[in-house]
């Protein structure tokens, strides 16, 4: 039996496998290795999954989703059609598409993962991951962090001791780990990170640019509906990429608005200086994380040997010229920094499966993790006290145990309240669950001892146990409802007929036409344009007409000679009729 790697996503999922000792991503039967983190429905309520999704997101923002992994352990829910959909059930809509592209290339069925996850997730996110999992048919062996699952990947091994800093910028999340690599065991020394940064930020901060240059060249706004959103939205991210590799960018997006009858178009050219003002400041907030992940690592950064960097944000100049300049070398990419994770994780699925793969995995806790306690002080016994059981950055699985004590006189009920964080005030944390030990006997304040024991798995998951000394009587909380209870095992079964569901459904569907071609297979949200096209030359006026027929005609071509230029010309015919449907009803 297999197991796979999955690199599950902000913008982006990969899905990787050793065999015979050697680790390779597994490419879609389009033979892209990437899998874009985006679900969505045609409007024939056909699920749509990665680029098909994406593709569609600009003309239907209400029946696509894309960057669920920012809401995951949360009870967010995002509306699809006539449902709504927690951001676990949309993950695992991604995790078993990638199965079944696993399934597809490997000619064999897959039950086993190795899943990956941002160095500073909670606990709770840790848990929806791995319930995602569960609901996509897939056994979760072990989740792992990204930059240690990239640190992997580089198979850095040499007889002496490296240290190496992991920098993992990606569409939705920051982090950056220390990481100690000798021979064969990778030990990660100390991490930090920022759960809300990430490229989707640079996207958002490029949206507002392009609405303030469209305001100045038309004197109106962008309307705020959210189809001509998603449309400017898809510029800015396209604009982020080309000035990776161009000093400028030019945006022209059709149609956006109108003053009356008359057409509005966003045409202008984009500086990579001007992008790069706009996400200085984000960027630096990541240095600051550097330089605060070394100082827990006890490091200076010339003691470190190498710089890895991880992410599709990494490939923009100005990060790399940043942490250049922080760290005083130049950064290691030698492997694209969109794989690298799924490769590494690859690596550790070979290892618990017995797979002949040289890799030791030392992993580290990203938070802090402890109780509310009261504490004496001259005026009193003050509560909410945070009490440390398990600092940041202890390697995993850790066990840890304190013992402490009732605060009043004849105190029969203590309530244990775990909290992870690094305030010292216990609210200002992230609280992870609660519970009471009951019927203490009535003795004096500090009589009754309560042990308090910690128990960090490997997977990230929390079990508190408490014990009162003498009488032996014990409470447990395992850590998993910081936003989604876990499934009973009606609900995941459940869960997992609903999903199999919908990849039961066809996800191509044919048109024969023969003004568009004959009997070909295309894409569902493409057939429906092509029918809403074919009402529309009726509707609009000989001009347009005219400009329509000739699109229609490319599309044609593009089809029939499986060209690669058909999604662009997808998105004009998108933006066309998007258009088109809003001069209808002004008038």
């Given at each position: 039996m297999k197991a796979v790697g999955i690199d599950l996503g902000t913008t982006n999922s990969e899905v990787a496998i050793v065999e015979n000792g050697q680790v390779r991503v597994l490419p879609g039967e389009d033979g892209d290795l990437i899998l874009p983190s985006c679900v969505g429905f045609?409007?024939?309520?056909?699920?749509l999954v990665g680029r098909e999704a994406l593709r569609q997101?600009?003309?239907?923002?209400?029946?696509?989703v894309k960057s669920i992994k920012r809401w995951m352990g949360t009870d967010h829910k995002t509306t699809l059609g006539d449902k709504e959909y927690l951001p676990h059930e949309i993950s695992a809509i991604i995790l078993r598409a990638l199965k079944q592209r696993a399934e597809n290339a490997l000619g064999e069925t897959i039950t086993q993962a190795v899943v990956t996850v941002p160095a500073y997730f909670t606990d709770a996110q840790r848990q929806?991951?791995?319930t995602a999992g569960e609901i996509a048919g897939l056994e979760v062996l072990q989740i792992i962090n990204e930059p240690t699952a990239a640190a992997l990947a580089y198979d850095l091994r040499s007889e002496e001791t490296e240290r190496v800093v992991v920098y993992d910028l990606g569409g939705g999340t920051f982090d950056v780990s220390v990481v100690e690599i000798t021979g064969e065991v990778t030990e990660v020394l100390a991490s930090h990170g920022n759960n809300r940064l990430g490229g989707d930020d640079f996207d958002r901060l490029l949206q507002l640019h392009l609405a303030d240059l469209f305001r100045k060249q038309h004197g109106v706004d962008v309307p705020d509906d959210a189809a001509t959103q998603a449309r400017l939205l898809r510029a800015a991210e396209q604009v982020k990429i080309d000035l990776s590799s161009h000093a400028f960018a030019t945006v022209r997006e059709a149609f956006l608005a109108s003053k009356g009858k008359t057409p509005l178009h966003l045409e202008t050219e984009v500086a990579r200086t001007d992008f790069e003002k706009l996400i200085r400041p984000l960027l630096e907030e990541t240095l600051e994380a550097i330089d605060r992940a070394l100082t827990d690592a006890k490091l200076e950064p010339e003691e470190i040997d190498r710089i890895i960097l991880v992410g599709g944000s990494t490939r923009i100049p100005l990060v790399q010229q940043m942490i250049q300049e922080d760290l005083g070398q130049t950064p290691t990419d030698g492997i694209q920094p969109d794989l690298c994770v799924a490769l590494g994780a690859a690596l550790q699925a070979g290892v618990l499966i017995g797979e002949a793969v040289d890799a030791i995995l030392v992993d580290v806790i990203p938070h802090s993790l402890g109780i509310a306690t009261a504490v004496p002080t001259p005026m009193g016994i003050m509560p909410g006290y945070f009490s440390v059981i398990i600092p940041r950055n202890s390697v995993v699985p850790?066990?840890?145990?304190?013992?402490?004590?009732?605060v009043f006189d004849e105190q029969e009920v203590v309530e244990i309240e775990v909290f992870q964080g690094e305030n010292a005030i216990a609210e200002e944390n992230?609280?992870?669950?609660?519970f009471r030990v009951e019927n203490l006997p009535p003795q004096p304040a500090g009589s009754i001892q309560i042990e308090v024991h910690f128990d960090f798995d490997l997977n990230g998951i929390l079990t508190v146990t408490t014990t009162e000394k003498g009488k032996g009587q014990q409470g447990t909380l395992v850590v998993n409802n910081a936003g989604i209870e876990k499934l009973s095992s009606h609900e995941l079964?459940?869960?997992?007929?609903?999903?199999e569901a919908l990849f039961k459904n066809d996800e191509t569907i044919e048109i024969s036409s023969e003004d568009i071609s004959d009997a070909v297979e295309i894409a569902p949200e493409l057939a429906g344009l092509l029918d809403r096209a074919q009402q529309a030359l009726l509707t609009v006026d000989a001009e347009q007409a005219e400009e329509l027929q000739d699109l229609l005609d490319q599309i044609k071509t593009a089809i029939a000679d499986n060209s690669a230029e058909l999604p662009q010309l997808q998105e004009e015919l998108e933006d066309f009729l998007y258009y088109a449907s809003t001069n209808?009803?002004?008038?």
């Open positions: 045609s409007d024939t309520g056909k699920l997101y600009a003309a239907a923002p209400e029946r696509t929806a991951t791995k850790v066990s840890r145990s304190q013992v402490y004590s009732t992230v609280p992870l669950g609660s079964k459940q869960a997992r007929t609903d999903l209808e009803s002004q008038e």
